[in-house]
């Protein structure tokens, strides 16, 4: 079946072709991508090579990836009469002959656009392999919107622990995601209620205590171990490092920042050493230990009206959380949720 095709190249010999010092090109998500591109290469009976794009080959056929300032690119492009992709996220596929051999070039303004292009050939290898290499004209794609976001909430410790920690499940899930352009992932907690009462399942409402242990505060989740806590701060930081190798952003949504159960006995999980009078600088101290133990987080979701659990007009309170983005030591997007007074 296909495998014992690809072993034999059945379909011919592809070379994926690149130069050295392109910072395009050698990208993380470009790697990735291009080695996406050579699964399906190899499942629908190619056999590939990788090589530097000038030294000489004896392949069916080569693809060229670089960045679409490059000199070759600039030149292929001109030569077709294509645009040159310059926006962010922008690509451009086309067929040209480079040294006498047959060649796809495939580029991008950037490493997402270029990503995007060689997933997309993958795409058109996996559903028409004998086609899939033939580009009849040049293709040149530019993104109509900037934010692209698709969001995952974590609500019930029963329900959504399993995915949490699935580390097989990510990288597959982020890959699909990366094919179908998204740019943005947003994983957000305490979003699945709206008022703290009648809670029984508190599991990283209130997300900080169930993250970490901010220095100079002893406030912790009751029934929470320090392992498990530990573990969810590393899970978090690997779910961050598989957006970014994907080209994805990742962005934490934190809508709850209440910490007082109202109505609720049995719940299993309690927040213990937070007063209303440390209440803000604690949460300022929080949120800088978690954007510098995960660097991978460019943006964060605050729910800021009433049913994040602070009353409306709470602006000294918001002011002081605020400052500990700006303390983490890089730049970081605010996204903020908002209505009533």
């Given amino acids: ?59 069916d056929i080569a693809i060229f990836v670089c960045g679409s300032a490059t000199p070759m690119a600039l030149a292929a492009l001109k030569q077709a009469g294509a645009s040159v992709p310059v926006e962010p996220e922008s690509l451009a596929l086309l067929e040209t ?21 060689l997933l997309d050939l993958a795409d058109r290898v996996r559903h028409s392999p004998r086609t899939a ?14 934010v692209r976001s698709i969001m995952r909430q974590f609500i019930s410790e029963l329900y959504d622990k399993p995915w949490f920690y699935d580390r097989e499940m990510w990288p597959q899930y982020f890959a699909m995601l990366a094919a179908q352009r998204f740019n943005r992932f947003n994983l957000s907690f305490g979003l699945g209620y709206d008022l703290l009462q009648e809670i029984d399942d508190f599991y990283c409402v209130f997300l900080y205590p169930f993250l970490l242990a901010v220095p100079g505060y ?27 190798a994907h080209g994805i952003e990742f962005q934490l949504g934190i809508w709850m920042h209440g910490y007082e159960l109202h109505n609720r006995p049995k719940a299993k999980y309690l927040i213990e050493g937070l007063t209303p009078a440390t209440h803000a600088a604690y949460c300022r101290g929080a949120i800088t230990a ?52």
């Avoid at 790697?31 to 591109?37: N, T």
């Avoid at 002893?218 to 970014?244: C, P």
């Avoid at 409306?312 to 400052?323: I, L, P, Q, R």
Wanted: charged share 20%; proline share 5%.
């Fill in 1 to 59: 079946g296909p495998l014992v095709s690809a072993q034999a190249g059945g379909l011919g010999v592809v070379s994926l072709a690149m130069e050295p010092g392109d910072p395009i090109a050698s990208s993380a998500p470009v790697q990735w991508a291009i080695g996406a591109l050579e699964q399906a290469l190899a499942a629908a009976g190619y056999a590939t090579e990788r090589t530097l794009a000038r030294k000489s080959r004896k392949s």
């Fill in 97 to 117: 002959t480079i040294a006498g051999q047959r060649t796809i070039l495939a580029c991008g303004a950037d490493a997402r656009g270029l990503m995007y292009a």
């Fill in 133 to 146: 290499l033939k580009i009849a004209g040049p293709i040149v794609e530019r993104p109509a919107n900037p």
């Fill in 218 to 244: 002893d406030v912790r989740a009751t029934n929470l171990s320090d392992a498990e806590r530990d573990r969810n701060l590393e899970t978090l930081r690997f779910i961050g490092e598989q957006a970014v």
């Fill in 290 to 341: 978690v954007l510098q133990a995960v660097p991978t987080i460019s943006s964060v979701t605050f729910r800021i009206h009433g049913e994040s659990g602070v009353a409306e007009g709470s602006y000294n309170f918001w002011k002081t959380v605020f400052d500990g983005v700006a303390r983490c030591g890089r730049k970081v997007e605010i996204d903020l949720h908002a209505k009533g007074s």
